[in-house]
């Protein structure tokens, strides 16, 4: 069999504030770290899902970003965090729901792959972890925690309801996470990964665990981050995916959803790439922090704030 060229692009969120240069720095340090280890990954062998799982590991794994460890806090203080991965030859999605007290929550999304039930929300979520005898572990971090008290004395008027992750320094902050990839045989797999919104309703379902958010199949991946209703309200992984499997190249078909999703004044941002190897992404919000490896050179989109909704290599 030919072995193909392998392509990564990942994901830490999309966001609208931009003061923070040195905030901008660590998170660029982060996601050219991760870029460069998974990417390791895939030219060793491994297959898009092990790699995206790995990637989205060390993604939840960084309080940077709003996934995992450093999730943010819901209405009630507590968190829920939704995890989804999906494997596009085989067009198989499986994902957990508000889901707590587990480190990882790509690892369940993982574990159920295989499973005949695949999506499982927050009761049967945690009863899986612990039937897997995956540790209890507190994803609680003290600036998210100070973040939610000072929020709750001013009576939930302040701006935590953003999806952004944080730097210490500052208020930016970008979130939800994803990972997708195409390996040496030419497989594409793409996983996304949240705490959520931030101040949500209890029961909210966020779109991290939807094919609106994440959707992949032979011809194409993609994952997206921004307000998890507008990207419901567009599905906006399944349209750029299927457009491409119904002949729009994937610059296309990328293109055209974004600028209907500016015409709707949608606030978003997604990351893709193709059978063929072409790596895109686009935004209509002000940032998308995003990494990606072609093969030669590893780029960012962290200091993309055109007036283009989408770009490709
Ligand atoms: N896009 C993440 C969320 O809205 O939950």
């Known amino acids: 069999m030919t072995t193909r060229q392998p392509k990564l692009i990942i994901h830490g969120g999309a966001s609208s504030l931009v003061d923070d240069k040195g905030g901008l720095q660590k998170v660029r340090t982060s996601l050219h770290s991760i ?3 998974v990417y390791q990954l895939l030219i060793d062998g491994e297959t898009a899902i092990d790699a995206v799982v790995k990637g989205c590991q060390l993604l939840e794994n960084d ?3 709003n996934a995992g460890t450093g999730s943010v ?3 009630d203080g507590q ?3 939704s995890a989804s991965l999906m494997e596009g030859l085989t067009q198989t999605f499986s994902g957990v729901i508000n889901v707590s007290r587990v480190k990882n929550p790509i690892d369940l999304a993982k574990y159920l792959q295989t499973e005949s039930d695949r999506i499982l929300s927050d009761l049967g979520a945690i009863e899986l972890a612990r039937e897997l005898q995956i540790p209890i572990y507190n994803p609680l971090t003290e600036f998210r925690a100070r973040e939610w008290i000072a929020e709750w004395k001013d009576d939930f008027q302040g701006k935590m309801g953003r999806l952004f992750a944080h730097t210490e320094s500052s208020e930016a902050r970008r979130g939800t996470i994803g990972v997708v990839a195409l390996d040496s045989q030419g497989r594409i797999a793409a996983g996304t990964s949240t705490g959520g919104k931030g101040l949500e309703r209890i029961g909210r379902v966020s779109d991290s665990v939807m094919p609106a ?3 992949a199949t032979a011809d194409a991946g993609v994952s997206c981050t921004g307000i998890g209703e507008d990207i419901v309200n567009e599905c906006f992984a399944a349209r750029v995916v299927i457009r491409v499997g119904d002949g729009l190249s994937l610059p296309n078909a990328m293109q055209k959803s974004m600028a209907e999703c500016h015409k709707r004044e949608r606030d978003l941002g997604a990351i893709a790439l193709d059978h ?3 790596i895109s992404w686009g935004k209509t919000s002000e940032i998308l922090l995003a990494a990606y490896h072609n093969g030669s050179t590893i780029g960012d989109t962290l ?4 007036e283009e909704l989408m770009g490709f290599c």
């Open 303 to 306: 200091e993309w704030q055109t």
């Open 63 to 65: 309080p940077s970003f």
């Open 276 to 278: 063929s190897g072409v």
């Open 79 to 81: 968190i829920r965090m």
């Open 213 to 215: 958010g994440n959707y």
């Open 73 to 75: 806090l819901q209405s």
């Open 35 to 37: 870029v460069t280890e």
